[in-house]
């Protein structure tokens, strides 16, 4: 597959993976490696990990979440919603 096809990898906030960057140490090629990426993200394996390791930091106490910034570039939008429903706040 081409790089416009695979992109520049998987992505997270500051960190970038190049599939042609992916040691040969995992033992798998890169095209199976982007593969199983696109399957695995489809599943939604990522966001569930992702909330996993949230609850056991919180479980160990670990977890602070006194101060967080949410990224409204990851927060669906309800489609074709343009419009609040009912007013929030005075006036």
């Known amino acids: ?3 416009a096809a695979h992109g520049d990898g ?8 190049a599939w042609r960057a992916l040691p040969p140490c995992f033992g798998i ?3 199976t490696a982007h ?11 990522w966001g569930r990990l992702h909330e996993e390791i949230l ?3 919180d479980d160990a106490g670990l977890l602070d ?6 990224d409204s ?3 669906r939008a309800k489609k074709g919603r343009t ?4 007013p929030h706040g005075p006036g």
Do not use: E, N, T, Y
């Open 1 to 3: 597959m081409s790089r």
């Open 10 to 17: 998987p992505r997270a906030p500051g960190v970038r993976c």
């Open 29 to 31: 090629s890169k095209s």
């Open 35 to 45: 593969r199983r990426f696109l399957i695995w993200s489809r599943a939604g394996v």
């Open 55 to 57: 609850h056991r930091l």
């Open 65 to 70: 979440l006194s101060r967080a910034v949410l």
């Open 73 to 75: 570039a990851h927060v």
């Open 83 to 86: 419009h609040r429903s009912k």
